[in-house]
């Protein structure tokens, strides 16, 4: 197996732990919510800790567009608990830091890994 091969393959299985232990989390989070749960707390648990499994599937057939997703819904994701936890912010620290720095860390390196192979590929 070539360098570039193992890398991809560390970079999947990295992202399906990560996944696994977000949809942890993100059911946990789900049988937690209150009656009339802001929209905002939705779309951020599905879009984040509910999606990380998901975009690294996608991502072992596509790096480009699974590594896309991944952080497009991790922006999303951020944004969307922002909105629905300000003025105080309390949640949104944490929420970085658990949710949005393993996502984007996974999408970036499976769109880097992407770039690079096809750079490579051209230069053949």
């Known amino acids: 197996m070539e360098a570039k091969q193992i890398a991809i393959v ?3 299985v990295a992202g399906a732990v990560v ?3 977000h949809l942890q989390l993100a059911s946990a989070s789900i049988f937690v919510f209150r009656e009339g749960e802001p929209a905002t707390s939705w779309l951020a648990v599905m879009l984040g800790p509910g999606f990380t499994l998901v ?3 996608i991502a072992a057939w596509n790096r480009p567009i699974g590594g896309l ?3 497009v819904a ?3 994701a951020s944004v969307a608990l922002g909105i ?5 912010y309390g949640n949104v620290l944490p929420f970085l830091i658990r949710v949005t720095v ?3 860390a996974v999408g970036a390196t ?3 890994l992407a770039s690079r192979m096809k750079k490579e590929s051209h230069a053949t």
């Open 10 to 12: 560390l970079a999947l």
């Open 19 to 21: 996944g696994i232990w």
């Open 55 to 57: 975009g690294t599937v």
């Open 69 to 71: 997703l991944l952080i």
């Open 74 to 76: 991790a922006a999303i």
């Open 84 to 88: 629905g936890d300000g003025p105080a």
């Open 102 to 104: 393993p996502m984007v």
């Open 110 to 112: 499976c769109l880097g």
